[in-house]
């Protein structure tokens, strides 16, 4: 059994910064892609940012130049460090990871964590 215990979601004022981690625990052989994805009241769910395993990055226009992606091997952990947050930002953020356990690769997801941003 594998769980992606997500960390560091809150509240915090227009102009501010947080930093959401993401862990990886049980039965792991290997992790490729790693990302974060995020949700607001009565959208889809969006990409904000991937990382694969050699550090190669993808971000979603909307967050360039003021998120960033980083990721811990060792740890089996993804980081979102965001700054400059604006309102737009508020959402639930989602930890995804394709995870090797033995037999293939499968798709994880976190349980969620609140950002929300003020004006």
């Known amino acids: 059994q594998v769980q992606l215990v997500e960390s560091g979601g809150g509240l915090v004022q227009a102009g501010g910064s947080l930093r959401l981690s993401c862990a990886a625990a049980g039965r792991i052989v290997s992790i490729h892609l790693m990302g974060w994805y995020r949700q607001a009241p009565g959208k889809q769910r969006e990409l904000v940012a991937t990382?694969?395993?050699?550090?190669?990055?993808n971000y979603a226009d909307s967050v360039k130049g003021h998120f960033t992606i980083s990721r811990d091997n060792a740890k089996n952990t993804v980081y979102l460090q965001m700054n400059s947050l604006k309102p737009e930002d508020t959402a639930v953020y989602y930890c995804?990871?394709?995870?090797?356990?033995?037999?293939?690769?499968?798709?994880?997801w976190g349980q969620g964590t609140q950002v929300t941003v003020s004006s």
């Open positions: 995804n990871a394709n995870i090797h356990s033995g037999s293939n690769y499968v798709n994880y």
């Open positions: 990382i694969t395993s050699s550090g190669t990055t």
